[in-house]
T-cell receptor, first 111, second 116 residues
Framework: RKEVEQDPGPFNVPEGATVAFNCTYSNSASQSFFWYRQDCRKEPKLLMSVYSSGNEDGRFTAQLNRASQYISLLIRDSKLSDSATYLCVVNPGTGGFKTIFGAGTRLFVKA | GAVVSQHPSWVICKSGTSVKIECRSLDFQATTMFWYRQFPKQSLMLMATSNEGSKATYEQGVEKDKFLINHASLTLSTLTVTSAHPEDSSFYIC????????????FGQGTRLTVV
């Protein structure tokens, strides 16, 4: 089983749609979680951190369920500019620096 | 936020030559940096963890003699792809963190290597 697994995608949605990405992680001791966005041929950039209480940033909402070892990202009112690959990222939190990336989910938002 | 700079952003080299990629933390000291490789339409795959003042830790399947890592200072790590072959053509990205465990990772701009 992979340490971090994501929906394979790609997701093709029209502008204005709501889309949700899911991610599961295998290490129950993992301590911190993030969603990164990666545009084609660019480096990943932090989209938002994920907290147990859930957090929202504009059209983006991230949630964490530690019991189910599950992370989600919800994008409301999709824009063309949201088209990218979304990476689920987990820090094992074993005291080291290692970061585990999911394979990413590709999103295409169409006009 | 913290800045990580990677150089060069792209390079084309002949098969059999070596290529050095630099990763610098510009406004913080990074005792540990990470090197990733990403093939088209695939996720980032961790190649190795670069440790300042000591040997790098390589992931399973990554040849340490082919991908030489040097982390001589708290702000610079280098990755040298030795005797490059076309199958080494990929997007190489470095990252660093401000602290252990829970902090986010900051990425360099990436280096697109093409071996011809």
């Amino acid at each position: 089983r992979k340490e971090v697994e994501q929906d394979p995608g790609p997701f093709n949605v029209p502008e204005g749609a709501t889309v949700a990405f899911n991610c599961t992680y295998s290490n129950s001791a993992s301590q911190s979680f993030f969603w990164y966005r990666q545009d084609c041929r660019k480096e990943p950039k932090l989209l938002m951190s994920v907290y147990s209480s859930g957090n929202e940033d504009g059209r983006f909402t991230a949630q964490l369920n530690r019991a189910s070892q599950y992370i989600s990202l919800l994008i409301r009112d999709s824009k063309l500019s949201d088209s990218a690959t979304y990476l689920c990222v987990v820090n094992p939190g074993t005291g080291g620096f290692k970061t585990i990336f999911g394979a990413g989910t590709r999103l295409f938002v169409k006009a | 936020g913290a800045v990580v700079s990677q150089h060069p952003s792209w390079v084309i080299c002949k098969s059999g030559t070596s290529v050095k990629i630099e990763c610098r933390s510009l406004d913080f000291q990074a005792t540990t940096m990470f090197w990733y490789r990403q093939f088209p339409k695939q996720s980032l795959m961790l190649m190795a963890t670069s440790n300042e003042g000591s040997k790098a830790t390589y992931e399973q399947g990554v040849e340490k003699d082919k991908f030489l890592i040097n982390h001589a200072s708290l702000t610079l790590s280098t990755l040298t792809v030795t005797s490059a072959h076309p199958e080494d053509s990929s997007f190489y990205i470095c990252s660093a963190k401000l602290g252990a465990g829970v902090s986010e990772a900051f990425f360099g701009q990436g280096t697109r290597l093409t071996v011809v």
